[in-house]
């Protein structure tokens, strides 16, 4: 056979420019990012309607802002390992459609017992979907643009989590809490039916499954038209160290990716900690500390708002300079500006300032810690790895909401708050300088991968 009827997806991908096709996956990775940020982060902004609708005292609500959040784990947990045997596409399209479902079953709930079992469900079908659009997308984008593609499409969380604090406040106003959760429901079912007729699967997955040959020709040719026929032959020589060894978690801890796995663990842990402690609980914490119901609502969209700038920028400065450097830089600037917001939480305008700006360094820091699982792992565990950090990043959300039910209840302050979010910020720096240094020591799959990326 002779080269011109091989087609090695791993360098086809990476020599191209960013076509129609990949172009359309970034724009629909874009939108369910954006209502994923919606359905997380809306238990922030309706809780305090909640509260005065149902009679509630704050600290109750602890379950219920921790339920989502286990849902979020488990979808994450348990679909990684699902999408890397039976692809990327079908796993997405079925999430998506689950939490739209969820979504609406919450706008029915008549106590609080119901609606946390609904937000649990509906955290399955959000966690199931964002660590697969996020290894999809990766797949579709060249190693030069990788972290920049995946963190500016992860601004769609943000920008999504801001819609939802501005929405909220129209919604609840003039129609109740229920027609959030309508909003949040019908959307996604929406996008459900888009993804079924556009959404792609990944070509280098095809490849690694031994898809049929029609599937990965015309997978080719709907990338590069004519590039492909009957007697092409797909490769790809993408660089891994997992021999034949089953796919699974096993292979994700496994000799070279055991210590930059756990590290990665260790900081997305920390970065979710300290961002669902402020979604969910930011907008109480304010209006006990006098500001308005509105003024409550628009400091936790200014949160999100400085998260989406964070998200688009921070992949640019990855793709330039060293990743782990540019991570940690990001997460000890989330510590600088919870300080001065301890500091100086008591100026309303310098509070919106530093907020918008911690929003730019937590979520940043949070996308970036996305992009370097990405990179980290081959296509063969790739949507194992990243759903189980982002699964493991969730146990930190958990966490951070069920901390924030114990602050209300010990009366904390801002200042309390934000100074206790500094620690979460300075052990993610530790870990990701950690995976650095360990990656410095001699050859491995890290040293491989972040070698691979810089040349590309």
Known sequence: MSASNVVDVHTFLDARPIGRQQWRVIVLGL????????????????????????????????PLMMSGLVGLSLGSLCAGPLADRLGRRWVIILSVAFFGFCSLACAFAQDLTMLTLA????????????????????????????????????????LGGALGGLLSEYLIEDY????????????????????????????????????????????????????????????????????????????????????????IWLAMFAGFLNLYLLSN????TAQSAGMTLSQAALI????QLGGAVGDFSVGLKMDRWEQNNVVSLMFAGSAAMSLLIAIWAGHAWALYVLVFSLGYFMMSANAGCFALATNFYPTAIRATGVSWVFGIGRTGAILGAGAGALMMGWNWSITHIFLFLCLPSLIAVIAIQCKRLHALKGPSTTAVSNATDDES
């Open 31 to 62: 939108l369910i990012l954006v209502l994923d940020g919606f359905d997380t982060m809306m238990m922030g902004f309706i809780a305090p309607a909640l509260i005065q609708d149902w009679g509630l005292q704050r600290q109750v609500l602890g």
């Open 281 to 284: 609980w930011l907008p109480i």
């Open 300 to 303: 936790g969209a200014v949160l």
């Open 119 to 158: 937000r649990l469900l509906t955290g399955v079908g959000l966690g199931a979907t964002m660590p697969n659009i996020t290894t999809l997308l990766a797949e579709c984008a060249p190693l030069r643009r990788r972290s920049t593609l995946v963190t500016s499409t992860w601004c769609g969380f943000g």
């Open 176 to 263: 109740g809490w229920q027609a959030v959760f309508v909003a949040g429901g019908v959307l996604p079912l929406l996008l459900a039916v888009a993804l079924l007729a556009l959404l792609p699967e990944s070509l280098r997955f095809m490849i690694q499954a031994g898809k049929p040959q029609a599937r990965i020709v015309a997978a080719i040719n709907a990338l590069a038209p004519g590039t492909a026929d009957a007697r092409t032959q797909a490769i790809s020589t993408e660089h891994s160290d997992l021999g034949n060894a089953r796919q699974g978690l096993g292979s994700v801890l496994k000799g070279p990716y055991r210590l930059g796995s756990l590290m």
